[in-house]
């Protein structure tokens, strides 16, 4: 079953502009991760961010993580055509069994125009 | 990093025959490894997990005689659909568990199914 949702579904930004992806779960997590994904293919990991982290930064990528709130942010800075891509929230469950399966968000598709 | 291939990339096949698609980790063990499937536009659903030597875990309302899952060894997990009909036509991925302490997953490239 999905996890949670994730805001917007899509988003179409000029290039150089930046992007932000919203995305809401519902049970407590060990950590959150985000996926790209291109068409077709399969998932790229871009950033993990755990439970006991609030923002964490990679390259022009920043991630937000709000535990009481349950939900976490993606942030493109300065798109280029080639981010367009799908982009995935993902969780990893608490409690003891847990596997490390993950638990996907919905999924907000992202086009950057040239 | 870690490098996860699928076989084949996709698959045409009539309806009421079964279609083996594999799941390789080519340069590290996977102890785990999940099968998620993906129709046109939607996220990625779980379907099972798999974990070498052991029988695989099915997520609710998968069927696990339709969906056989054998994950022999350390580098290699099987998906076999079994007497496929058309609403099985999908997108098929998996991912590869196989670092200790590390919750990354590495994905395969994804296997697209077409039953007709």
């Known amino acids: 079953s999905q996890q949670g949702e994730e805001d917007p579904q899509a988003l179409s930004i000029q290039e150089g502009e930046n992007a932000t992806m919203n995305c809401s779960y519902k049970?407590?997590?060990?950590?959150l991760q985000w996926y790209r994904q291109n068409s077709g293919r399969g998932l790229v990991h871009l950033i993990l961010?755990?439970?006991?982290?609030r923002e964490k930064h990679s390259g022009r990528l920043r991630v937000t993580l709000d535990t009481s709130k349950k939900s976490s942010s993606l942030l493109i800075t300065a798109s280029r055509a080639a981010d367009t891509a799908s982009y995935f929230c993902?969780?990893?469950?608490?409690?003891?069994?847990?596997?490390?399966?993950?638990?996907f968000g919905q999924g907000t598709t992202l086009q950057v125009k040239p | 990093g870690a490098v996860v291939s699928q076989h084949p990339s996709w698959v045409i096949c009539k309806s009421g025959t079964s279609v083996k698609i594999e799941c390789r980790s080519l340069?590290?063990?996977?102890?785990?490894m999940f099968w998620y499937r993906q129709f046109p536009k939607q996220s990625l659903m779980l379907m099972a997990t798999?974990?070498?030597?052991?029988?695989?875990?099915?997520e609710q309302g998968v069927e696990k005689d339709k969906f056989l899952i054998n994950h022999a060894s350390l580098t290699l997990s099987t998906l076999t659909v079994t007497s496929a009909h058309p609403e099985d036509s999908s997108f098929y991925i998996c991912?590869?568990?196989?670092?200790?302490?590390?919750?990354?997953?590495?994905f395969g490239p994804g296997t697209r199914l077409t039953v007709t």
């Open positions: 991912s590869a568990h196989g670092l200790a302490g590390v919750s990354e997953q590495y």
């Open positions: 049970t407590s997590i060990n950590n």
């Open positions: 961010i755990r439970s006991n982290e």
């Open positions: 993902a969780t990893v469950g608490h409690g003891s069994g847990n596997t490390g399966k993950l638990i």
């Open positions: 340069d590290f063990q996977a102890t785990t």
């Open positions: 798999s974990n070498e030597g052991s029988k695989a875990t099915y």
